[in-house]
């Protein structure tokens, strides 16, 4: 791979970088360089990813190297270095396999995202670069990493850490006691990355745990990948054992950092939660009562107890003055609130103080433990209610100093409000016990307002530099006041993307001159609703494969559905594009999600249209690359709910600030900044990497403001315009679609990948890095004959940008041609969604197209001066001897592809798609009587019996000797 020097630091890239990448790369190194704190936006496709890992790791190679160097001859040093001696480039191979980072002061890079999935993508990234050597390491949670059969099946993942933690502290754990013999093995240890599926089936073979596995190779590692919450929390950051001293705390997708920041500083808690505490409690200290008749026999009096009836009495009355504490406070109709030190004051009230709440934090813990591993009986009590009282002391708690409180005091607002019973929804029935004797509850909201918060505690831990980054952070200077950090290095990259990928709309109106305006007072306004159906149904017509449209929240589409479907729009859309629905519930949403891109891999649709929500799933993290999304639709303006008290405190949080600050926010400022921001991530979908194009139009008037226009990511401003009438706007997105797929390369094939499974993850990223990875099937279909074929560019980024890095290191420009053939595909089902690609019988029949091929293979013979006979390919023979009178023995071809493009041309279309349902129906059912009605009206013929016989290959197992005996018969009858 190349080697590119930046800053004086030799950093190996897959390809040359394109000038964006490497602008990113020097910011990221100046950021390590200088120990400085880092805000990095670069749009997606742009190879955000990619750049990061590889100037970080590029760093980190030589800070290692000098640091070893310097360690041997006993000058140990702490300094930065920018430099790259002789000596040093020796040690840098074997700096990347060194098995101590602690020993002698080594940083390590903690590489975070938002959710595991990213993180998997970004691992993907690193196991494809050149420094796929170092060390590396992923923490994830028991939920998703214990292979335990008793604990695995635990659905509440608190109940799920107790009952571990138990296992673990008794030895009873079969898995977890195997780590320390294991932890050595080849498989574990060797130079592969391992992100978390790997980790659980290497657990899996070896009968070890991967949760504890994932922690011993984080002691070695020299990059760690882990979600936010394990370092922004600071309970997470202490369970998880997380160093961040002298480290480098990379924040990739930190669009939802500020929002994570305040979410893991703050927490809820109702009065049945105390009330269930209370009863928790009353129900352990049952189980000390001996030869008692009304002892709870659901409890087992031979599980260990780290607490005595002493301290039961005790913490049960500090519950019972906590729910009286708070039943006392006067509440308002609003609600009432207080600042962030009345939380100290409450729980004083408790008895709960700095001196004891570690004591009384500790007894909790230990009675959950309790309740959650004491007996199997499905209606136990499982410790709900003392979570809730321990993640409330955590977070209070999580410091004690007189400076801790005092920005307590500023950057959090306790908020006391009445909840009906009869429009609260509970999950236990120990609550509803609980309420029962009730009219209301009362909710504790205790909020935190900053992030400054939360990162002024990570700078706390003597960080040694933090590198916030994502494709949507703008605008930056909003950003930098809120997270209250110093920021020394900024950047705002530009997109990679040209004018004719990419096209920006403002739909002000809609087919019937109806003014497209979502906001609150027009929601239910039934003329715009209507409006805005046909529009995105006009829309539909034009735009080709995936259609993503996003409403601002779940109840507004739900309200279009219902009015689109009693007006006839919803059937509209479907008869064009199937539509998908973005489910509330997590359990569903997989399959939804492949079913869609399934629909848009089928070449019996047009595509498809999924609708859903900004700040939804679909609106973070998935990729919708090429035809799996060419146009995104926004309906509105995604603001938070207006009325909501916590959205009505931050404002008011804000304009205090702003008092006192001119540089921070306006509430309403940050009011109208959540939405774009939210717009700028469901943007960011449509275009994935360097060749991609789609649409992006803003149905909603209010997006001409000349205010929120500059709130849209950067690269996207010179791209958006207004549009006057509905019907040209139409004509021009139409136009844009057909000159894009003439003038830019064709896409990939259309992916057949689950998703959220490896496969997916590689492919994915890989679009979203700037850089293609084909899967094993992949042809490259050149349909543009005017563009030169890539054999003539051998050092052209466009190449190498649709290879995989290993072909890149590798390719020579000689076998270009031989590279570039059809792979050949595995199963039938596979060479028929090849051959819808490939094949285009309107206009030039595949004969030609092998003939051109033929001549491509002559003219290189001619250079080499050499006479070669062209000699006709695969089926060209069979199709020769069809028109022969001979009677010469036909012979279906070997290769799948070749046997599918005979079939097609041998078929006429509606023979041939008549030919691709039965064999689609066949894969599903598996009903080969079915399958051989159709293939006995098809092929058997004299001519076409050869094809008949071929079928053979593809049948199941069970099938093949009763066809092969058909066919037997069938040729004595001939």
């Known amino acids: 791979m190349p080697e590119v020097m930046i800053s004086g630091i030799p950093v190996s890239f897959p390809f040359e970088p394109y000038e964006v990448q490497r602008a990113y790369m020097e910011k990221v190194i100046e950021s390590l360089q200088n120990n400085t704190n880092a805000l990095l936006e670069s749009p997606t496709g742009t190879g955000k990813t990619l750049s990061l890992l590889c100037s970080s790791l590029a760093w980190l190679l030589v800070k290692k190297a000098q640091l070893q160097m310097n360690a041997q001859v006993g000058n140990f040093s702490e300094h930065s270095g920018g430099g790259f001696s002789g000596n040093l480039k020796e040690s840098l191979k074997a700096s990347g396999k060194s098995k101590d980072n602690t020993s002698w002061g080594m940083p390590k890079i903690i590489y975070s995202s938002r959710t595991h999935s990213q993180l998997t993508q970004a691992m993907q990234e690193l196991k494809r670069s050149s420094y796929r050597h170092v060390k590396a390491a992923v923490l994830g949670s028991r939920d998703q990493m214990c292979i335990h059969p008793e604990v695995s099946k635990e659905t509440n993942n608190m109940n799920k850490v107790h009952m571990c933690q138990l296992k673990v502290k008794s030895r009873t754990c079969f898995f977890y006691n195997n780590v320390e013999s294991k932890k050595e093995d080849r498989s574990i240890k060797g130079d592969d990355i391992l992100d978390i599926e790997d980790l ?181 009590r499982k410790g709900v209610g003392l979570q809730k009282i321990v993640d409330l002391l955590n977070v209070v708690y999580s410091g004690t100093t007189h400076a801790y409180k005092e920005r307590v005091k500023l950057c959090y607002k306790v908020h006391i409000s009445v909840e009906d019973k009869k429009n609260k929804k509970s999950d236990s029935w120990g609550a509803l016990k609980a309420t029962s004797t009730k009219t209301s509850e009362r909710v504790l909201s205790y909020w935190c307002f900053s992030p400054g918060f939360g990162m002024k505690q990570l700078l706390e831990q003597n960080v040694k530099s933090i590198i916030l980054t994502s494709g949507t952070l703008a605008p930056l200077k909003p950003l930098i006041s809120e997270l209250g950090i110093p920021i020394g290095v900024l950047l705002e990259n530009p997109h990679i993307v040209k004018a004719n990928q990419i096209c920006v709309k403002i739909i002000g109106q809609g087919p019937d001159g109806t003014p497209l305006n979502s906001n609150y007072q027009n929601r239910d306004n039934p003329k715009y609703i209507s409006s805005l159906g046909r529009t995105i149904l006009s829309f539909c017509r034009v735009v080709p494969d995936g259609v993503l449209v996003f409403f601002p929240s779940y109840p507004i589409m739900s309200k279009c559905q219902e009015m689109w479907q009693n007006d006839g729009i919803w059937s509209g859309i479907n008869n064009i594009k199937p539509i998908f629905v973005e489910p509330q519930r997590k359990d569903t949403f997989n399959a939804i999600i492949n079913d869609f891109y399934s629909k848009i891999s089928d070449p019996n649709t047009k595509g498809a249209c999924f609708m859903a929500v900004c700040r939804g799933k679909v609106s973070e993290g998935l990729d919708f690359a090429d035809m799996n999304g060419r146009a995104v639709i926004i309906t509105g303006l995604p603001f938070p709910p207006l009325k909501d008290p916590r959205i009505i405190l931050k404002k008011k949080y804000l304009e205090e600030l702003r008092v006192q600050n001119k540089d921070y926010l306006s509430g309403d400022e940050w009011y109208a900044l959540e939405a774009t921001r939210a717009v700028n991530q469901a943007i960011g979908r449509v275009i994935r990497h360097k060749n991609d194009y789609g649409a992006i139009l803003l149905c909603d008037g209010r997006f001409n403001s000349p205010k929120l226009k500059n709130q849209l990511s950067a690269w996207l401003r010179d791209y958006i315009n207004l549009s006057n009438k509905f019907g040209e706007t139409v004509s021009e997105i139409c136009r844009f679609f057909k000159n894009a797929e003439t003038s830019l390369p064709a896409p990939r094939l259309k992916p057949l990948l689950p998703y959220e499974s490896n496969v997916n993850y590689k492919e994915s990223n890989a679009a979203s890095s700037g850089v293609s990875f084909p899967l094993a099937n992949t042809r490259i279909i050149n349909k543009n004959p005017q563009k030169k074929s890539v054999s003539q560019y051998p050092n052209s980024n466009e190449v190498y940008a649709d290879f995989s890095m290993d072909f890149y290191k590798n390719a020579q420009a000689s076998n270009y041609l031989n590279e570039f053939r059809p792979k050949e595909t595995k199963d039938l089902f596979s060479a028929l969604d090849c051959s819808n690609d490939s094949v285009k019988t309107e206009q030039q029949p595949l004969v030609t197209i092998h003939k051109r091929n033929a001549e491509e293979v002559s003219l290189n013979a001619v250079a080499k001066k050499k006479k070669l006979k062209i000699k006709a390919f695969g089926f060209e023979e069979n199709l020769t001897k069809i028109n022969d009178s001979s009677n010469i023995e036909r012979v279906a071809p070997e290769s799948l592809i070749d046997f599918v493009k005979e079939m097609k041309v041998l078929l006429d279309g509606e023979k041939y798609k008549q030919f691709q349902v039965s064999i689609s129906a066949y894969k599903k059912e598996g009903n080969y009587t079915k399958l051989l009605e159709t293939l006995i009206s098809l092929l058997e013929n004299k001519k076409l019996f050869y094809l008949f016989k071929g079928m053979k290959r593809f049948l199941k197992e069970e099938h093949k000797l009763e066809f092969q005996k058909y066919c037997d018969d069938v040729k004595l009858d001939r």
């Open 200 to 380: 659980v089936g290497v657990g899996k073979k070896l009968k070890c745990c991967p949760y504890y596995l994932s922690k011993e190779l984080k002691q070695d590692a020299d990059i760690i990948f882990m979600p936010y919450n394990y370092i922004l929390d600071p309970k997470s950051r202490k369970a998880n054992g997380v160093e961040l001293m002298n480290n480098i705390v990379i924040l990739d997708e930190a669009h939802n950092v500020e929002k994570m920041c305040e979410e893991s500083a703050s927490l809820q808690i109702r009065t049945t939660d105390v009330a269930l505490c209370i009863d928790e409690i009353t129900h352990v200290m049952k189980s000390f009562v001996e030869n008692n008749e009304e002892m709870d026999s659901t409890l087992d009096n031979t599980t260990p107890k780290d607490f005595t009836c002493d301290d039961l009495c005790i913490l049960k009355e500090m519950m019972l003055a906590l729910e009286k504490a708070i039943d006392d406070i006067s509440v308002g109709s609003e609600g009432t609130t207080y600042p962030g030190s009345f939380i100290f004051e409450l729980l004083s009230k408790a008895e709960i103080k700095d001196h004891n709440q570690m004591t009384v934090i500790t007894l909790i813990e230990n009675l959950i433990q309790y309740l959650s591993t004491a007996n199997a009986s499905p209606f136990q």
